[in-house]
Structures are given as structure tokens and as C-alpha cells.
């Protein structure tokens, strides 16, 4: 998530802590909860330092890496509870448990979005990313604006919380019910047009109803739309290029390590010139949306496969229109896997 949504589900911490009357009656433990909560709830994000000392590859890398891992979920409120000690001496156990809520809210909020991380390293490598949240989800931002506004007011602890995580609650339950709803539909629609589909992806976008989608195949992708009123709607194909001659070069270029880790849906596109050189473009489909590719890189190597180029593209990447559209027919009409 984003770290305004991450500071407000702090804020909701603070809020949880003075409901305890041991806490709220003493203002010393209360200004102790409110810097560990909000420290904590923004502390697995301080690993954008590796893209001040690394750049943007070393960045995609290790960004939700290690610093939400199993291990950081007790390093973070340790090294938290000590800075803070020294101004909250009597504290460190309070300091030490609002920290930890901190960060495992942190992580918990970030495993709901596509982007995932791998919150449970070491005993599982995998990035984790259950595609229910956007990045940034205005719902949540509005409950938060609201329970501000009732904290200002002078609303007690136990009704501000009534008011924004119970409807945070049944939000999220909602976003969960639809997308499983969704890629039910999905694989349904897949079943009933005869193509035998492997890993499929229904990720968030702007609204509850329209979600984004990417099935694949053995020979390729497609992505389109899921609808929960509309149905399936196709909108692009791209064909599985077979890279297994060029892969030993392309290994040797960080880019395509990075982006190989880290792609759930990778397609790549390598062309050999005349003179032997090799460019390689790829992006990451599930980032896509329409005809852009936010998530995309490109690496040339010279005829004897050293990397003379390799780069992110910073700006969304728009797809050359024509052979990767879908063709003109039942392919991109809406349908009802219904």
C-alpha cells in the first residue's frame, strides 16, 4: 500500500491503544504508542534507501523484500523500542508490542495488493501478492479522513473505530468475495471456449466491478477485463517467444535476472540483428492496462553476448498496435461466463 493508507492504519493503532484505560490516562504511554504505531507502520518501507545507493533495478529487487520478511517482523520493533527508549525509558515493552502491530499491519496491507512481497521468508521465497487492493485505494483513504475528522470532533476511541474498521471490514470482505467471484467466472469462460489455460490473474483496478485479467497459456497470454455485471472481455494476445537460445545471454544482464524473479506474467521479445546483436524487450503483463506496459525493460547485447545496454522504462510503454492485438471477432467482445 501506499504510505499515507500505512500511516492511517497507525493512526487506527493509536486509536486501538486508547481504548485501553491503563494506556489513555497516562499521556507519557500515549505519546510512547503514537511514535511506536507510527514508526512501525512505516518502518518495512525504509528500503527505499537501496534505490538512493543501488538505482531503480536493485530497487524492484529488494523493495517488499527482506525488510517484510519473517525476520524483520522482530528486528523492526527491537530496533524501534530502543531508539525510542531513550525518551520513553519506563515504556520499552509498550514501545516494543505497538511497533510490532505496526509492521505486521504494514505487511498484512501490502500481501493485499498485486505487487505482493515475501512476507514469509525464510520458510518461503515467493513473492506473495493476493490482488485484492490497488496500490492506493481511495475507500480507505476516505475512512481514515473520516475517523480523523471524528477524533477532532471529540468522538471517542471506541466509536471512531466502530465508524472506520468495521466498514474497512466489510469493504475488504466484499473486494474478496469479487474477485474469487471473478476468477471463477474467469476460468469458466476459459472452460467453455475449449482453451486450456494454466495461471490466471485477476488484479484490482479503479472501481469494485471492473478487474483487470491475465490468463496463460502453453503458447502465450491474454489480457482483458473481468466484469462483474459485463463478463469477460478480451483485448490483447501475446505469444509465448521462445528464448531458450538466447537465454545463457540474456542471464548474463541483471535486468532480465531481476525481471525474471520478480514477473508473474513475463513476456519477452528477442530480436537478433545481422551483425549478431541481440535486444531483448519485456515487460511484466501483469501491470498492464489497455495497450500500456508500466512494468517494462530493454537489454542489447553485442554478438558475443556482452550487455552493452540494459534499462527500466520509466514511462508506461505503449504497444505497437497490430500483431499483438487480439483478432477481430469473438475474441475481443464482451462476454458473460455466466
Known amino acids: 500500500m501506499d504510505n499515507v493508507t500505512h500511516a492511517l492504519h497507525g493512526l487506527a493503532l493509536y486509536a486501538v491503544a486508547a481504548t485501553d484505560p491503563s494506556i489513555a490516562n497516562d499521556p507519557t504511554a500515549m505519546s510512547a504508542v503514537l511514535w511506536a504505531a507510527s514508526l512501525g507502520s512505516q518502518a518495512p518501507d525504509f528500503d527505499f534507501v537501496v534505490r538512493l545507493f543501488g538505482g531503480n533495478v536493485a530497487y524492484l529487487k529488494h523493495h517488499r523484500g527482506i525488510t517484510h520478511s519473517l525476520p524483520a517482523w522482530l528486528l523492526w520493533p527491537t530496533c524501534l523500542a530502543l531508539a525510542l527508549w531513550l525518551f520513553f525509558p519506563d515504556h520499552f515493552g509498550l514501545l516494543w ?13 501490502d500481501l493485499l495488493t498485486t505487487y505482493g512481497t515475501v512476507a514469509f521468508w525464510p520458510i518461503s521465497k515467493r513473492r506473495y501478492g493476493w490482488d485484492i487492493l490497488m496500490i492506493v ?5 476516505a475512512l481514515g479522513a473520516l475517523g480523523i475528522f471524528l477524533w477532532w470532533q471529540g468522538v471517542s476511541p471506541e466509536q471512531v473505530l466502530l465508524a472506520t474498521l468495521v466498514p474497512a471490514g466489510l469493504y475488504l470482505l466484499v473486494r474478496v468475495t469479487v474477485q474469487l467471484m471473478l476468477r471463477r467466472r474467469v476460468r469458466q469462460f476459459y472452460r467453455q471456449s475449449g482453451i486450456e489455460i494454466g495461471r490466471i490473474s485477476v488484479i484490482p483496478f479503479l472501481g469494485l466491478f471492473r478487474w483487470n485479467l491475465v490468463a496463460e497459456s502453453e503458447t502465450g497470454y491474454e489480457t482483458g477485463t473481468a466484469h462483474l455485471r459485463k463478463g469477460i472481455a478480451i483485448h490483447r494476445k501475446y505469444a509465448k517467444n521462445k528464448v531458450d537460445a538466447a537465454r545463457e545471454e540474456l542471464e548474463r544482464s541483471q535486468v532480465y535476472q531481476v525481471f525474471s524473479w520478480f514477473a508473474r506474467h513475463l513476456f519477452v521479445e528477442v530480436k537478433r540483428a545481422e551483425d549478431g546483436q541481440l535486444r531483448a524487450e519485456m515487460a511484466d503483463l501483469t501491470f498492464g492496462f ?49
Open 97 to 109: 508490542w505497538w511497533s510490532f502491530l505496526g509492521v505486521v499491519v504494514h505487511v498484512g496491507m
Open 137 to 141: 485505494d481511495v475507500v480507505l483513504w
Open 290 to 338: 489497455q495497450d500500456r506496459l508500466p512494468l517494462s525493460a530493454q537489454v542489447t547485447l553485442d554478438a558475443e553476448g556482452s550487455v552493452i545496454e540494459e534499462r527500466l522504462m520509466r514511462k508506461p510503454v505503449k504497444v505497437r498496435a497490430g500483431k499483438q492485438k487480439a483478432q477481430n471477432g469473438s475474441a475481443n467482445k464482451n462476454h458473460d461466463a455466466n
